[in-house]
């Protein structure tokens, strides 16, 4: 079946910009999971959803960042004002309920900010 | 100090060697250990869960030691395709949150 899809696949954006990243998750998911990874370090929670709820948002680096979902699926992940220590992979995860298993990743999203 | 911490390598191996990868974690309330696998500019993938009396996969073993708060993954008989990163993973208890380390990087050679 169809795995985790995040959209765009690559994003070039000048800083000050706005950016919205977009993640599909599999379907019957409910636990949808945002992580950024920069080059040679490690994954970065950012935030977690659990339907359309965010019960952890601790990752957030800055109000800067924000993230909804809707209708218990697709979610979208947005940075206003891009700085270039925005600048990473944005992965995006999901697991199936109860949502104490295995996350299945996207392929990511590869933000620059010029 | 990082909740999760590992070596990041690099470990050169030799083809057909057998190789360690040890991880601690800090907080002994976790409950849910893994290992994932990383390729270079790929999303990370489950490689095994670790359970409390350590479980084998093939070549892979997963140790567990919670008195030492210790993770630990045996690789044996190493191939070129296990050329990767391994991430040691927690999930500390009953939150979906799960922390990853930073990662230990593989390269086996010919």
């Known amino acids: 079946g169809a795995g985790v899809s995040q959209s765009p696949s690559n994003k070039v954006t000048e800083k000050g910009k706005d950016v919205e990243l977009r993640c599909d998750p599999i379907?019957?998911?409910?636990?949808l999971y945002w992580y950024r990874q920069s080059l040679g370090q490690g994954l970065e929670f950012l935030i977690y959803?659990?339907?359309?709820?965010?019960?952890?948002k601790s990752g957030l680096p800055s109000d800067r960042f924000s993230a909804e979902r809707t209708g218990g699926s697709v979610s979208t992940l947005t940075i206003q004002r891009t700085q270039q220590e925005d600048s990473a992979v944005y992965l995006c995860?999901?697991?199936?309920?109860?949502?104490?298993?295995?996350?299945?990743f996207g392929p990511g999203t590869r933000l620059t900010v010029t | 100090r990082k909740e999760v911490e590992q070596d990041p390598g690099p470990f050169n191996v030799p083809e057909g060697a057998t190789v360690a990868f040890n991880c601690t974690y800090s907080?002994?309330?976790?409950?849910?250990f893994f290992w994932y696998r990383q390729d270079c500019r790929k999303e990370p993938k489950l490689l095994m869960s670790?359970?409390?009396s350590g479980n084998e996969d093939g070549r892979f073993t997963a140790q567990l030691n919670r008195a030492s708060q210790y993770i630990s993954l045996l690789i044996r008989d190493s191939k070129l395709s296990d050329s990767a990163t391994y991430l040691c993973?927690?999930?500390?208890?009953?939150?979906?949150?799960?922390?990853f380390g930073t990662g230990t990087r593989l390269q086996v050679f010919p």
């Open positions: 993973v927690v999930r500390t208890g009953n939150t979906d949150k799960l922390i």
């Open positions: 959803f659990q339907g359309n709820s965010a019960p952890d």
């Open positions: 995860a999901s697991s199936p309920p109860p949502g104490l298993n295995e996350q299945y």
């Open positions: 379907s019957g998911h409910t636990a």
């Open positions: 670790v359970y409390s």
């Open positions: 907080n002994s309330a976790s409950q849910s």
